[in-house]
């Protein structure tokens, strides 16, 4: 009997009891973030082996860089990018152009603003999106546009993503000099002939990316590309010295097809050290196949403070068509004098430390500042330094009616 | 020599690939650090420009790839 009653009376607590009340007033939050990155970059190089003058020469430069990245989540799929900068260039080849030294070919600007839009399907993992954009300085224009789609699997493991980008440049020089291209700049010597019969460069990259997750401490992606480039390949203002002490324009092949291959692993061993191992073979038809290994050693002195001493070491061959000065053969169809595009071996070692915080009042979360610096030597004499500085912020914002507080 | 080169890490890297583990969410606490990122994040992608500029090959995983400058 007794046994019945605690039933009974457990039956009807049971009905009469709510573990929660339904909230009718309770509004789903959308929130929209921004993602803001400003990079400011020094650039520094001397060497002996000017283009401009046929393979010898000072090859002293230095460039301001300034750049912004904006991403602007509307929502959970949508995502609006803007990228744009500013490239002051100092360069003493240039003025060797016309053997008149003055500031004004001495400086150039470069100029260059992107936009994009992605959208996401979030239960297929899939994500697509298409950009488009422009850069402008006084000898070079491009107008550049691209798709791009990924996907990732429900566990996020395993991501594929494909991208197609093209850009259509315009080689004329006087674009920042009364505001209309005017023609091909040849060295001031040559000028009486008219080197090249087309002003145009076309370049199309296709990239892949297959990105893996290993374990819990390791993930290794891999990246295959391919481009191909036409159009005028070459420097209209680089000059080439022959044996017979002749001398011309630069001359290269009109077509370009490049094969690179690019393997990342990153590792997190312990407690505080992350390894980041990356690997690159490529192959162009233009005669240059090269490596590049890079080293990235992140140790996380605290939950805020990270250092990473990294080093990277490349090779490769020269292109066929490159000779030193004076070597090249009038009878030769082709010829550059272009030490960018010979044998050499350079090895690039550096630092950055970076300070996360990601802290803020509000909605504003200062994220990270880094500050990063390289030094580049090549075996061909050049020596360059680099300084780069990284500071990032997010902003978040809610959208749509706030929550009506549910007091008894 | 050199194609024996690309199939010998093509071979490794799918070796490598079929020993995967399979990690929740809440096990990607490393994965998900700034400094496990795929690709060239932060400062790193200036320097990809330079070397665009001052070396033959490009892409691979570069932030930089062939076109839109006066560079190889």
Redesign the interface.
């Given at each position: 009997m007794k046994k019945r009653y605690i039933a009974i009376g457990l039956l009807a607590s049971s009905l009469a009891s709510f573990g929660q009340r339904s909230d009718s007033t309770y509004r789903k939050k959308k929130l929209s973030a921004t993602d803001v990155q400003i990079?400011m970059?020094y650039?520094t190089?001397d060497n002996d082996h000017s283009a401009v003058t046929g393979g010898t020469g000072t090859e002293d430069l230095q460039v301001y860089?300034t750049?912004f990245t904006v991403d602007y989540q509307t929502d959970s799929l949508n995502t609006f990018h803007v990228d744009g900068g500013l490239d002051i260039i100092s360069s003493a080849s240039t003025d060797n152009i016309d053997y008149v030294q003055s500031s004004a070919s001495k400086t150039d600007v470069?100029s260059h603003l992107n936009a994009g839009y992605s959208r996401s399907i979030r239960r297929k993992g899939i994500t697509a999106g298409a950009n488009t954009g422009f850069?402008i300085?006084s000898?070079?224009s491009?107008f550049?546009t691209g798709l791009f789609f990924s996907k990732i699997n429900s566990?996020?493991?395993r991501e594929i993503s494909i991208a197609l980008?093209?850009?259509f440049?315009d080689?004329r020089w006087g674009r920042l000099h009364g505001g209309k291209p005017e023609k091909l700049i040849y060295p001031v010597e040559l000028r009486s002939v008219e080197w090249f019969d087309h002003y145009r460069?076309?370049?199309y990259?296709l990239?892949l990316?297959f990105?893996?997750?290993?374990?819990?401490?390791m993930?290794?992606?891999?990246?295959?590309?391919l481009?191909y480039?036409s159009g005028l390949l070459s420097?209209p203002f680089h000059r080439v010295y022959f044996s017979d002490r002749s001398k011309r324009v630069e001359n290269l092949p009109g077509d370009?097809f490049?094969i690179?291959?690019?393997?990342?692993l990153?590792t997190?061993i312990g407690g505080r050290w992350?390894f980041?191992t990356?690997?690159?073979?490529?192959?162009?038809n233009?005669g240059?196949?090269?490596n590049?290994i890079n080293l990235e050693a992140?140790y996380?002195m605290s939950g805020r403070f990270?250092v990473?001493p990294f080093i990277r070491i490349?090779g490769?061959t020269s292109?066929d068509d490159f000779k030193n000065y004076g070597d090249h053969d009038v009878s030769e169809e082709f010829y550059t004098s272009d030490y960018?595009?010979s044998r050499f071996e350079?090895i690039?070692p550096g630092v950055?430390v970076?300070f996360?915080p990601y802290s803020g009042s509000g909605p504003t979360t200062f994220n990270?500042i880094?500050?990063?610096y390289?030094f580049?030597r090549?075996s061909d004499g050049?020596e360059?330094h680099?300084a780069?500085?990284?500071i990032?912020y997010t902003k978040v914002k809610q959208k749509g009616p706030r929550n009506i507080s549910n007091k008894p | 020599m050199?194609i024996r080169?690309?199939y010998k890490?093509l071979v490794i890297?799918s070796l490598?690939?079929t020993?995967?583990?399979?990690?929740?969410?809440y096990?990607?606490v490393?994965?998900n650090?700034?400094?496990?990122?795929?690709?060239q994040p932060?400062?790193?992608?200036?320097?990809e420009q330079?070397?665009a500029?001052?070396?033959?090959?490009?892409?691979?995983?570069?932030s930089k790839?062939?076109?839109?400058?006066?560079c190889?």
């Open positions: 990079i970059s650039y190089q860089a750049q470069r850069s300085e000898d070079y491009s550049n566990s996020q493991s980008q093209m850009f440049d080689l460069r076309t370049s990259n990239d990316s990105y893996r997750v290993i374990n819990r401490r993930a290794i992606g891999v990246y295959p590309g481009a480039q420097t370009r490049k690179p291959i690019g393997v990342q990153n997190f992350i980041r990356y690997y690159r073979v490529y192959w162009d233009f240059i196949f090269s590049t992140a996380k990270t990473t490349y490769q292109a960018d595009l350079s690039k950055s970076r996360a990270a880094e500050l990063r390289a580049y090549r050049m360059a680099t780069t500085l990284v990032s | 050199r080169s690309i890490i890297i490598g690939a020993a995967c583990e399979s990690v929740r969410p096990q990607r490393y994965l650090d700034y400094e496990m990122k795929p690709g932060g400062s790193r992608k200036f320097e330079v070397h500029y001052r070396e033959g090959a490009t892409g691979g995983g570069s790839g062939s076109g839109g400058c006066g190889n």
